[in-house]
């Protein structure tokens, strides 16, 4: 028998082990002769034998043999789709040809930086132009450390940015009047653009940029709360808004505090002040409040709100009760 009747027995007996195996659904094998033509005798004559020997050759399998047979066919397909895999690799979407990628990168091109959770709120600000992040972040701590300070709002704001700016204690004391007076608009400081650069600013635009984000900082941390009309503060953050209401409750010269806030994710909120403090938490988002009675008139109480998926520390507030 030749190599193309061999190689039609080989095709006949795979076909009838598969699943489908019933040999009156094989309907066309189409052969060409190497030399071109087309031999229909001699395919009918090679099918008609192939069918024959594969049908005896069927029958003297033993059931065991069978699972054998299907075995190698699959490994010497695993190995054939193995080989034109090494020899002709496939190529990602975006390639038009094998392409080499080192292993390791000795300078990322991107470098992901998670932003702080609570420094968002840098975007809430009225500033002409953001101060960079690590900057900002410095800031917040040092106004956040300066609310319950007894000192002038003049005096606090020097404080908060004079470790950016050393030996320009003068520069900033005018400059903080400036921003006192609200003439931070002025032609004289010609600020830049919105869609400037901080790098980019002249030192005393640098200054005057800082100081204005300290005193914003400033007022939103310290909440003036009256017995006559609750006070309502908002914090964007990472995981999404917190708002803050305060009540105040006047009973003679001696009132109390009810606070209540709405986390964006689970935390805590905690009011403390006159040696006594009051902390309620949940494992879910949602609404906390707490407490705080026997509270005096122009007082400081200290106000902290911790957010578990935000992992720094937490928020704080000055909370001062007025008449």
């Not at 986390?263 to 906390?288: F, H, M, V, W, Y």
Request: a negative charge; glycine letters at 6%; one cysteine or more.
């Amino acid at each position: 028998m030749n190599s193309d009747s061999e190689s039609l027995q080989h095709y006949f007996l795979s076909w009838l082990l598969t699943d489908s195996g019933n040999p009156r659904d094989f309907k066309r094998i189409e052969r060409k002769d190497t030399h071109g033509a087309e031999n229909l005798l001699q395919v009918t004559t090679a099918l008609a034998s192939s069918y024959r020997e594969a049908e005896t050759k069927l029958q003297t399998f033993q059931l065991g043999e069978i699972p054998t047979v299907q075995e190698r066919f699959q490994a010497v397909l695993k190995r054939r789709l193995q080989c034109q895999t090494e020899s002709q690799p496939p190529l990602f979407p975006w390639e038009t040809q094998i392409t080499d990628y080192p292993e390791y990168l000795d300078e990322p091109a991107v470098v992901l930086v998670p932003t702080w959770g609570w420094a968002v709120q840098q975007s809430n600000l009225d500033l002409p132009i953001l101060l960079p992040d690590s900057i900002f972040r410095q800031l917040l701590d040092k106004c956040q450390a300066l609310i319950t300070s007894s000192s002038l709002l003049g005096p606090k704001l020097i404080q908060a940015v004079e470790n950016f700016f050393p030996n320009e204690f003068q520069t900033l004391n005018n400059l903080a009047g400036v921003v006192l007076t609200g003439a931070t608009r002025s032609k004289k400081l010609k600020l830049p653009p919105l869609e400037g650069d901080y790098a980019d600013l002249q030192l005393r635009q640098q200054m005057l940029l800082s100081l204005l984000a300290a005193k914003q900082l400033l007022e939103s941390l310290t909440l003036y709360v009256s017995s006559t009309e609750p006070l309502t503060r908002q914090w964007l953050t990472s995981l999404g808004v917190l708002n803050l209401r305060v009540e105040y409750q006047l009973q003679g010269q001696v009132g109390k505090l009810w606070i209540q806030g709405d986390l964006p994710s689970k935390g805590s909120i905690k009011i403390q002040g006159n040696g006594s403090q009051i902390k309620a938490e949940s494992s879910t988002p949602g609404c906390l409040s707490v407490e705080l009675g026997g509270v005096q008139l122009n007082q400081t109480y200290t106000l902290t709100i911790e957010l578990k998926e935000i992992d720094q520390q937490p928020l704080s507030f000055a909370i001062i009760p007025t008449s």
